[in-house]
Every structure is written in structure tokens, then in C-alpha cells.
């Protein structure tokens, strides 16, 4: 009998012993150990949620405006406002990301009217078919009637595009 309580006790302590060393191995795969770069991450995010400091008010527009433009990347684990990173996450997206796609991380324009802007929005609408289906810029995306005048500021006049109505 004391063998067999023997048996069960040290088959007890081998199933222990790889649960401990199987939850050891999850956490040392995602520790900061193989990436050193989250060290800075976390040290960044900390130093920015720590201070309220202009520097993370710009960093919160900067990121809602990211966030209105990609909605795709508001929801996402990782990068978006629950990821994570919280706030700074759209910075990282557009880092690692972003930036190489052609993504825009600038603050939104600001309008005094929405009354007069709805039909400069319109016109550049009706000009240019492509930006009025666009997801980010156009009728049915996330910035509305903000979407032409964005698109303008940010890619439209360099590619020699025309803002306001047009006069017959």
C-alpha cells in the first residue's frame, strides 16, 4: 500500500512539475527576453500615460484621427484602442506599418461650418469619383463630409487635384 501511495504521490509531482514548466516555457516565448523591443514600448507607453503633458494630448488626436480615417484598425487587437498598446497603438501601427502602406497619420482638418463645407465636399465628390468610393475619403466612410477636404490637404493637391466648386 505505501508503494502504491508513493507511485501516486511522484506521478502527482511529475504532472505538477509540467504544468509549471509548460506555463514557464508560454511565458518566457513572449517575454521581453526575444523581444527587447517591447521593453522600449512599455517604457514609451508608461512615460506618455503617466504625464499628462501636451505631448499626450497630441499623441490621443493623433490617434483618434488615425483611428477615424482606419476604422479597421480601431478594432484591432493588437494595434487598436483595446490593444495593448491603448492610445499609442495607431502611432505603432503607422511605425511598423502604416507608413509603408501610404497611411496618413496627421490630425483631421478642423472646419468652422459644416454648412459650407457640404458642398465643397460634394464638388470634390463629383469631380473625382474615385476619392467619393473611397473608404477612407469618401461619401459612405467613417469621416463624412471631413473625408474630401483630408484628402485634398494630405495627397489630392500634390497630385494637382482642384478643391472648391467649380464656376461656370
Known sequence: MKQFENKTAFRITIIALSFCTIGWLQGLSTSEIWYPDRIEEKRLSNRYLNEENS?????????????????????????????????????????????????????????????????????????????????????????????PRDHYRYVGKYEGRKWGIEQN
Open 55 to 147: 505631448k499626450f494630448q497630441d499623441q490621443k488626436l493623433l490617434a483618434e484621427a488615425y483611428y477615424t480615417r482606419y476604422p479597421e484598425i480601431k478594432s484591432d487587437e493588437f494595434y487598436g484602442i483595446n490593444g495593448p498598446h491603448g492610445v499609442l497603438g495607431a502611432r505603432e501601427h503607422f511605425r511598423q506599418h502604416g507608413k509603408r502602406e501610404g497611411r496618413i497619420f496627421a490630425p483631421l482638418p478642423k472646419i468652422n461650418d459644416p454648412q459650407e463645407e457640404r458642398p465643397l465636399a460634394e464638388a470634390y465628390w463629383q469631380r473625382y469619383p474615385d476619392i467619393a468610393g473611397s473608404a477612407v475619403w469618401g461619401r459612405s466612410s467613417a469621416m463624412g463630409i471631413l473625408g
